[in-house]
């Protein structure tokens, strides 16, 4: 059982990679937003999964990301760098915002970031200068489809690679004791408020990055498409469904819900999110843990699932 | 462009925040009653008031129902509709960890908008019955938030009334100081939490029925003041029910003010702001709350 | 010699009552104490602003001599403090093994020898892997006790060690603390035991109602009539 995991991811890496020469225009982008899905809910489980701390604006990385890398590209940068830096910028918010807002308790945390998608909102619109306020930010066009498509791709295998180190190392450990028990983590000794903000800080890189990414796909921004609730509506739901908290349960989260989405959401934009809604309440209610978590307690899986 | 700023322009803003507010201290006085009693925070508090909204709404259009007399029908419906969330949902929760309430909440704030988008769809709805101002020398009252604050006084009042004078009023505050005690002295914790919630999403009810003449009436109408509910909370600390009263206005006085300096776009900023400062430097709240 | 742990008039308010009200005291190193009292005295109280869990309103707390009343409680940690909870505080999604090894910044390899030797000393080495929160109450109790030696503090603070534990268990326990004390560490348990304070403080606190009604030798403040006025009279 223990070889044939790495074979058969192994076996899944090569189809993917290979997917792109026979593809279509359409199946491409299927995939590639499949990929993105993947990294923006296995980061969400960084912070939220991991520390406990409910983060309800985590949209907001990836529009900064999709605005930095534009602004950068339009300024000649070469896009794998900009996107890059997009998650650098992530990262530096995440530190700015988390930095005040984490030393709260969980409730005063989640108040917090449920304003923020509106603060953002404002700061982009006002910032007409620089980002081009409600008209938007257009890219010089290209179709880079098929590289973004592995870009994509990386960016989601190297999260979930990230989340594989962090449960399984000490600071992954204390980060859970966080969610446990905060209050005898610091009479341990664990310094909560430092863990908090580095596990914040890991989970907006991801998001920053596919914000680039994303950007440089599409050619074209504006505040609303890049700092969309449902985009934080979507996140948490692929994570809660596929188990927060393990490593692969964003992914089955993603997937699953993905396909959920393709098919309702393209026609049923308020019934998909309605459903969506209802998932939510349905998971806390009766699988908490999400399948994977389930599947763990039932059958005494590790906690490397 | 700089203007410049008279006593007069000052006064009007401290009555047009007064004013605000009080509507502010009413929707947050619910969503403190919630958290006091049962440590939930509601998420879903905004699209209680806004399901208010829709029914002075639906009551003025297809009934022609004044809407200030709507709230005697918005408040005891939402009243059982807390309720029923509470039974069903809610109190599944209340034990479990704040993560649980927290994105159940949010769940239940998600799918309440979406029904009320297909149900009503997105289209703006406004209810036209009061417009104008009474205007006394210098100043200015807008007629319509004169009768929204008049109502949210008495509402307000009504609550405190309530909550200090009738045994159920006083159980429901033993019950937000200690579960346990309460439930020593032979007090029913769960009628409280099923009661609580329905008052919580009653007063709601009540603030979306009072700003349904003034503003645009739409499904996502209620995101900002759950919100802004949670800030006034903030502010007045939280389980300190008089502190919300004192935290609406206050922020409706300081979101007028702010107005004088700042254009619209960045004015809206200005609660994340506050709330961010009041975070950062006083966490348990202006006035002396439970954190 | 210096005190490892001083209380100066030490006030802490909840609301309008004051829980801990003008409480000194001082430890020795390597002594044993009690702090007892009734239901409500303050004494959970005053371990958490000890350990800044908490923080007085008023008054000090000095550790070897330095101000500590307004650190976080993971700094007093790294001081030399070790506590353990009234209601047992393990992490229940952590193994046994991960509830020690997640406490000391020492490298990997090291702490897990410590980790291991802690938990054969209790006996516990078969459960190493077992979820913490699967565990007995006895045993979570072992746990929560040998994840406090983990970092080898000096001072250790034990909330109602005896509580829920049984005859020989308490007994390892009690022994467990008298090599502490002879190891040369300070000890100061909350108890309701008078058995067990009895037998094991050298010396007792008596808390009632916040204050500080008693202090001295355990057969002492079992004859002093304030004391028992505070735990049967009133």
Known sequence: MKRALPVALGLLAVALALYPL?????????????????ALAQSWNLISGLTGY?????????????????????????????????????ALLALIIGWPCLRLKGPYFAIAMLGLNEVMRVIVSYAEGLTGGGNGLSLPTLDASRSIYYAMGLVAAAVTAVTYAIVTSRFGLRLMTIREDEVAAEAMGIDTLRYKIYAFMLSAIGPGIVGGLSARDQGYIEPISVFPLIMTITMIVMALFGG???????????????????????RF?????????????AVVLLMPRGILGVLQQKYNLPRTI | MSVLITPAMVGQVVISGLLAGSIYALVALGLGLIFGVMRVLNVAHGPLMMLGAYTTFWLFQRFGLNPYL?????????????????????????????????LLTFGLSIALVNLAQLAFTSDLRSVEYLTGSFVVGPFAFSKPR???CAFAVTITAGSFLFLRGTRLGKAIRAVSQSREVAQVCGIDVQRIHLLTFGLGSALAAAGGSLVAVMVAIQPEMGQIYTFKSFLVIVLGGAGNYPGALLGGLLLGLVEQLSSLFLTAQVNEAVAYVLLVLVLLIRPTGLLKGRV | MAPILEVRSAVKRFGGVAAVNRVSLALEKGRIYGLIGPNGSGKTTLFNCITGVDHVDEGLILLNGRRVDRLKPHQIFHLGVGRTFQVIRVFPELTALENLLVVTTAGYAEARRRAEELLARVKLERLAGEFAGNLSYGQQKLVEFIRVLMTDPDLIL???PAAGVNRTLLNDLLDAVRALRDQGKTVLLV????????????TVFVLDHGEKLAEGAPGVIQADERVIEAYFGR
Not at chain 1, 24 to 38: E, K, N, S
Not at chain 3, 191 to 202: A, T
Request: with cysteine.
């Open chain 1, 269 to 281: 934009v308020y019934l998909h999110q309605l459903l969506f809604g209802a998932i939510i309440v």
């Open chain 3, 191 to 202: 108890e309701h035991d008078m058995k067990v304070v009895m037998g094991l403080c050298e």
């Open chain 3, 158 to 160: 034990l909330d109602e």
């Open chain 1, 22 to 38: 026979e593809a279509t225009g359409y199946g491409l982008r299927v995939g590639l937003q499949l990929f993105m899905w993947i």
């Open chain 2, 146 to 148: 004169l009768a929204a």
């Open chain 1, 54 to 90: 409910v983060s309800f604006g985590h949209v907001v990385f990836f529009g900064t990301g999709a605005y930095t890398a534009s602004l950068l590209v339009n300024a000649g940068m070469p896009w794998p760098l900009a996107c890059l830096s997009g998650g650098g910028a992530g």
């Open chain 2, 70 to 102: 709507s709230v005697l029908v918005s408040m005891p419906l939402l009243f059982l509709i807390g309720v029923a969330l509470q039974r069903f949902l809610v109190r599944r929760v209340v034990d479990a960890p704040e993560l649980s309430s927290l």
């Open chain 1, 244 to 266: 927060k908290g393990t490593i692969w349960g964003p992914v089955l989260g993603a997937v699953v819900l993905f396909i959920f989405q393709e098919a309702v959401w393209a």
